[in-house]
């Protein structure tokens, strides 16, 4: 059966490669993937699978079913979106193909078309070996601004799946348990009166001040929060000119910690700082929560299934050509940097990789018990079904995450040997999970232990609307 999937994946290569390419093309940020919403969900829907676009009230959203009886359904994630500002040709030197525009800095283009393709080559060998159950890809928009998956759990659309696949382009090939940071995303907007900064300031409220106040506050609290705790913002709109007492000021915060109910305790005492500085400023304030996530809830038995299945596929080793283009893209990335990156990871061996660009291992499991300091919304799927997220090194080591330089390597053969291994590795496992009765009761049985009695709880107000706009002037 997988060598019917291994096959497809072999036969059609170029096109695979075309689609991710394509998709690293337009380059479009969160909830406006519409080009390539419409492209990969028209590949999809070429080969048979039922489409339904725009779900969760997010118009680049899709779901593609395609069903060959009763049995296990499996979902495989697929995530669209660019990030703003990093817009590269693929070389190794710095060259935007359009100054300040997107650029897929997180190898968006290869999570998404992968999806796609492993869903082709899961459903071609299903037909030819008459394998019971059901493919779901899901076209997840607007990861970066953790968005789309929490709507889409939010409307249902994980009910009656029995697991998730899920991959992202890194620079290891491996699975773990390690988990995230849940998260709150919002704005507070503070209102005061104009007056004229020398003139009559007494008439003055400065929205500002407020801003300002708020800001000292939050790092007050800094030090009586959990250590692994994040707190970072922006300050969004301060004021047009000095001599005009700002009426109006809006500034952006993440809160982040390891676990869900951390993220919700320091976000009400965020919000006892905001009243504070209304009190002190006489201004009056509006929040505007944009978005929020879990964290991470991890499963051994789907890790240990990917690493298992990478080594029977075995990792791709990169060409003559790859390392003449890491070697001139090494000059723009710091080595000590890298050198403190892999330290940092946890990776076996980092000491030996300082002047080693691929790492072309298959991995075990070596961030058991790590909470990584960001966070994702495929955290929320992996707490209403279990869900894996591997990574397969599609970039040079110490390559900077949402820079430039992985925009130029997910553009060209490097990405494309992850891309291509990670598809046949999504083939495999599910495959395993479709026809392995006593595997998938393995994989639920943990997750139910992991989630030890504890209910998903959608972390945005259940009135909220997708910010469909929020990325339009970006």
């Not at 080559?121 to 037909?127: D, F, N």
């Not at 889409?152 to 799946?161: A, E, N, S, Y």
């Not at 708020?214 to 001599?243: D, L, T, W």
């Not at 079904?385 to 990574?391: A, L, Q």
Request: with cysteine; charged share 25%; glycine share 10%.
């Amino acid at each position: 059966m997988k060598e019917t999937a291994y096959q497809w994946v072999d036969e059609n290569e170029k096109r695979i490669i075309e689609w991710s390419d394509k998709v690293w093309e337009f380059a479009e940020l969160g909830l406006l993937e519409h080009k390539t919403s419409k492209y990969l969900s028209d590949v999809a829907e070429k080969y048979g699978f039922r489409l339904e676009r725009g779900v969760a009230e997010m118009p680049t959203a899709f779901v593609a079913t395609w069903s060959n009886g009763k049995g296990p359904t499996i979902g495989i994630l697929g995530e669209l979106d660019a990030l703003a500002g990093i817009s590269q040709k693929a070389v190794p030197w710095k060259e935007p193909v359009k100054e300040g525009a997107p650029g897929h800095g997180c190898g968006h283009n290869i999570y998404g078309s992968g999806a796609v393709a492993a869903g082709i080559a899961l459903k071609t060998a299903m037909e030819e070996h008459k394998v019971k159950g059901t493919v779901k890809v899901y076209g997840c928009p607007a990861e970066e601004t953790l968005v789309g998956k929490i709507w889409m759990v939010r409307h249902g659309l994980f009910k009656g799946v029995d697991a998730v696949l899920a991959h992202h382009p890194g620079s290891a090939n491996t699975a773990g348990t390690g988990s995230s940071n849940a998260m709150n995303s919002f704005k507070v907007h503070f209102y005061g009166r104009t007056a004229h900064s020398a003139g009559d300031p007494e008439n003055g409220i400065s929205a500002l001040d407020a801003v300002e106040l708020m800001s000292n506050g939050v790092n007050f609290m800094r030090e009586h929060v959990i250590e692994k705790a994040r707190v970072h913002y922006i300050h969004e709109e301060c004021g047009g000119q000095p001599n005009v007492v700002p009426a109006y000021a809006r500034t952006w915060y993440y809160n982040r910690a390891p676990e869900r109910a951390q993220v919700d305790e320091i976000y009400r005492w965020i919000m006892d700082i905001v009243k504070g500085a209304d009190l002190m400023a006489r201004t009056t304030h509006k929040v505007e929560f944009l978005t929020g996530c879990y964290n991470s809830l991890p499963n051994k038995v789907l890790a240990e299934l990917v690493v298992e299945q990478m080594r029977l596929v075995g990792a791709p080793k990169f060409s003559e050509e790859d390392l003449k283009f890491a070697d001139k893209m090494a000059e723009s990335i710091n080595i000590d940097q890298k050198m403190n990156g892999l330290q940092k990871s946890n990776r076996p061996g980092w000491e030996k990789l300082r002047d080693v660009h691929f790492d072309e291992r298959v991995l075990d499991d070596y961030r058991a018990g790590m909470v990584g300091a960001g966070s994702t919304d495929v955290s929320d799927v992996s707490w209403v079904v279990p869900t894996v997220e591997y990574s397969t090194s599609c970039s040079m080591l110490g390559t900077p995450g949402h820079s430039w330089q992985f925009v130029a390597q997910n553009g060209m053969s490097i990405g494309h040997k992850g891309l291509l291994f990670s598809t046949k590795v999504h083939a495999a496992c599910a495959l395993e999970l479709l026809t392995k009765p006593e595997l998938m009761k393995k994989v639920k049985e943990e997750w139910v232990e992991r989630l030890a009695g504890r209910e998903y709880k959608p972390p945005i107000p259940l009135d909220l609307k997708p910010p469909l706009d929020q990325l339009k002037d970006a």
